[in-house]
């Protein structure tokens, strides 16, 4: 290889951490517009909202396939292993052997992707709770429509009895 392959390779790596910083910014918007869709229980917007998540997570693991690819080639140009101790080497031991502006930025591009990355996922812890909370209300609420018949409730007189009719979830489908 050439005396500048590892500064070619350094550069691709440069180019998709930017691309990838990017990608998550995109996702954590579209997870603050799911939030906001859940908000006004707006069923229509969450699953667009989830729709255009997961076009996102898949573009994702696409271009984090390239990245671990491009990492191997830049191991390959600076004599560095690519696994260590059983696992992928880190960026920053990586970033020692290149030395230089790239790997400068390459550090940089990566502390902000690993940021990114963070935001995301407490938005996704978010989602996360609030879906829970949606789902024991709705059972909560379905639990009340197919309460069986040896359930008391209340007469209009005040007293203990058992419901007469078809029960509310029969009634209404």
């Known amino acids: 290889m050439t005396t500048n392959a590892p500064g070619k390779v350094a550069h691709e790596l440069i180019a998709l951490l930017g691309e990838l910083t990017s990608l998550q910014e995109s996702l954590h918007g579209v997870i603050a517009v799911k939030l906001q869709a859940m908000r006004r229980a707006d069923v229509e917007g969450m699953i ?9 997570t898949t573009r994702f693991a696409t271009l984090d396939a390239s990245r671990r690819d491009i990492v191997q080639r830049l191991c390959d140009t600076v004599g560095a292993p690519a696994i260590e ?21 390459i550090s940089k591009l990566a502390a902000t992707l690993k940021d990114r990355m963070l935001k995301v996922a407490e938005s996704n812890r978010v989602v996360e709770l609030a879906s829970r909370e949606l ?19 209340y007469s209009s007189g005040g007293g203990v009895s058992r419901a007469k009719g078809p029960r509310v979830l029969d009634a209404v489908g």
């Open 48 to 56: 667009a909202a989830a729709h255009r998540e997961s076009e996102l």
């Open 85 to 105: 101790g059983g696992r992928p080497v880190r960026l920053s031991t990586l970033c020692k052997k290149l030395g230089g502006p790239a790997a400068e930025s």
């Open 135 to 153: 789902l024991a209300h709705f059972k909560c609420l379905f639990e009340a429509m197919v309460q069986d018949e040896s359930q008391p409730t």
